[in-house]
């Protein structure tokens, strides 16, 4: 059998695993094909860095080719077309045919969903979003720094807590922090819900121990933009000085005009395979949709937060069972719902959150203390994902030696 075509939507953090994975376990006359529209692959934990100049932009970002192994082909094309009945793509203005697809196109920014948002907001949610709040808080004197969380569901469930908690440390180190009121403000009722109450509760105390105002269960309606405030639904107005936004997500517009999506936009997936509805087609990372038992408050279930270790592993679980498809062996990987995410905290420290999401009746997280190790361990994992062949291997050893150590499970 030869000719076989494995076709990836997305070249970013599930496409370049899958990719790997696929040629890594593949023969050579199988071919593996990422589609991405943007060669350029900028690492989003090292934004949080970037915006507080503890990272230059250039620092946060390569070229995806040099993360992908030899032999994956790499096409940069807008993908404008998902035809899963007639199994084909349109990118790049050409067809491509495929015997498996995988989407992982991610989640998109719509910061225009909330009227006033875009023009006033910083966002710590892109690179060059990120280099612009840090050329702005380096410039800020004094006044009211509001972090807002605009909708659910968005990507990386501690990124806005962390974007509060770097921005405090930055503050006391650029001197003004004593000048600054610094308040969170999100339709969550705790921080990290899908890590569980517990959890959130500890997130909180750490918020207030730094004197950062946490202001849940609050929808924003839209932005002011001559008297600088926000206006929340049933909520007294808020006045900012300096707005920093986590925007609304949506699905990219392919995904929402495939067929493949539910009335959400986003992807329903078995939570363990990643197929969806269509035969041979999975879909992994931000643009899936697994629903978790729990809800984020009364009227909003709870689904799998949308992060990069969970884009990882699913990538490795799909990947595999492909291959072994392929080869004609048992398809038996599993996703079981396992990740962990660092949280940084300032001054050189960060907690990290470790556990089983998709334990019922509630999903099983460990926040660990924080300390300067975990710290040591994001940045070692940043250093491992952005570097390419050896240096890669090398950095990978040590993150699952480091995580030995403590006691972690890192899967990689
Ligand atoms: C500030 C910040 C901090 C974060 N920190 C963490 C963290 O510490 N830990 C963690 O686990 N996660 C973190 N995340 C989340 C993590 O980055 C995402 O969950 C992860 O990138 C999702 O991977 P993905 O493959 O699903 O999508 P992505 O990595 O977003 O890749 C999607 C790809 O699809 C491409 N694409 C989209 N539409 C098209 C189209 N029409 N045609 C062609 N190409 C297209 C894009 O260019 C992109 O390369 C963070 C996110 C942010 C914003």
Request: overall charge positive; hydrophobic content about 45%.
């Amino acid at each position: 059998m030869s000719g076989k075509t494995v076709l990836i939507l997305g070249g970013g953090v599930g496409g370049i695993v899958a990719a790997n994975a696929l040629r890594q376990q593949l023969k050579p006359e199988y071919r593996v094909i990422v589609i991405d529209k943007n060669i350029h692959h900028a690492f989003a934990p090292s934004f949080l860095w970037v915006m507080v100049g503890a990272r230059k932009p250039k620092q946060a970002a390569t070229d995806l080719r040099r993360l992908l192994k030899p032999g994956v082909e790499l096409v940069q094309a807008e993908v404008s077309r998902i035809d899963a009945a007639a199994q084909k793509v349109e990118a790049g203005g050409r067809e491509w045919a495929y015997d498996y697809l995988i989407v992982a196109l991610g989640a998109a920014l719509n910061p225009e969903a909330v009227p006033g948002l875009a023009q006033a907001a910083h966002t710590s949610y892109t690179l060059e979003g990120a280099a612009r709040l840090w050329e702005a808080v380096k410039r800020f004197p004094k006044g009211r720094v509001a972090v807002v969380v605009a909708r659910l569901p968005y990507k990386c469930p501690a990124a806005p807590y962390e974007t509060a908690l770097l921005l405090e440390a930055a503050l006391r180190n650029l001197g003004s922090r004593d000048r600054v009121q610094l308040d969170i403000y999100t339709p969550e009722l705790l921080p990290m819900p899908s890590a569980g109450p517990e959890v959130g509760s500890r997130l909180k105390t750490m918020l207030e121990a730094r004197g950062i105002g946490f202001h849940p269960n609050l929808k924003l309606g839209s932005v002011n933009l001559e008297t600088e405030e926000l206006l929340f639904e049933d909520a007294p107005k808020i006045p900012y000085d300096l707005l920093v936004a986590v925007p609304p997500h949506q699905s990219p517009a392919v995904v929402r005009e495939s067929g493949l999506a539910n009335e959400t936009g986003w992807i329903p997936v078995d939570p363990k395979t990643l197929k969806t509805k269509h035969q041979n087609v999975y879909a992994l990372g931000d643009v899936a949709l697994i629903s978790l038992p729990g809800r984020y408050k009364p009227d909003v279930p709870l689904t799998l937060p949308k992060a990069g270790v969970f884009a990882h592993l699913q990538a490795e679980v799909i990947a595999h069972n492909i291959a072994a498809e392929l080869e004609g062996k048992a398809a038996d990987a599993a996703f079981d719902g396992y990740g962990y995410c660092f949280v940084e905290l300032g001054y050189g420290q960060a907690a990290i959150g470790a556990g089983n999401f998709y334990a019922v009746p509630a999903p099983k997280v460990d926040l660990r203390p924080p300390g300067r190790l975990w710290h040591l361990g994001k940045v070692l994992f940043e250093q491992y994902w952005l570097a390419s062949g050896p240096a890669r291997r090398l950095w990978k050893t040590l993150m699952v030696l480091g995580g030995k150590s403590t006691g972690l499970e890192v899967k990689l």
